[in-house]
C-alpha cells in the first residue's frame, strides 16, 4: 500500500479573487482564460476566484493586473479571498 501523501509534500496553491467585466457565463470567463495556468474555482456578480499553482502565482498575478480581469486579492487561504470579496457561502455537498 502506497503512503498517504502528507500536507508539507501536496503542491503549494494560491487563491487570486478578482472582477471581472463583460463575461455573462462562467463558460464565457473559462475560454477567456483558457491558457493561463489557473482553475476558476467560484464565479458569481462579476467575481471570480481563481486556484493558482504557487511556482505560477507571480506570471499570473502580472497577467490579472490589467484587462477584463483584475486582480483584488489573493491568499493561501480561500476562506480570507471569499470574505474579502464577500462571496456568499455555499452548502457542502456531501
Known amino acids: ?3 498517504k501523501l502528507t500536507k508539507a509534500l501536496r503542491g ?6 478578482c ?5 455573462d457565463s462562467r463558460r464565457d470567463l473559462i475560454k477567456f482564460v483558457s491558457n493561463i495556468p489557473v482553475k ?17 502565482y507571480n ?14 486579492t489573493s491568499s493561501g487561504k480561500i476562506r480570507l ?3 474579502r470579496m464577500n462571496f456568499t457561502r ?3 455537498k456531501r
Open 1 to 3: 500500500m502506497p503512503k
Open 12 to 17: 503549494k496553491r494560491r487563491w487570486i479573487g
Open 19 to 23: 472582477t471581472c467585466e463583460g463575461f
Open 40 to 56: 476558476l474555482f467560484d464565479f458569481e456578480n462579476n467575481m471570480c476566484i481563481f486556484e493558482v499553482k504557487l511556482e505560477d
Open 59 to 72: 506570471s499570473v498575478k502580472s497577467i490579472f493586473s490589467s484587462g477584463r480581469v483584475i486582480s483584488v
Open 81 to 83: 479571498v471569499r470574505e
Open 90 to 92: 455555499k452548502p457542502r
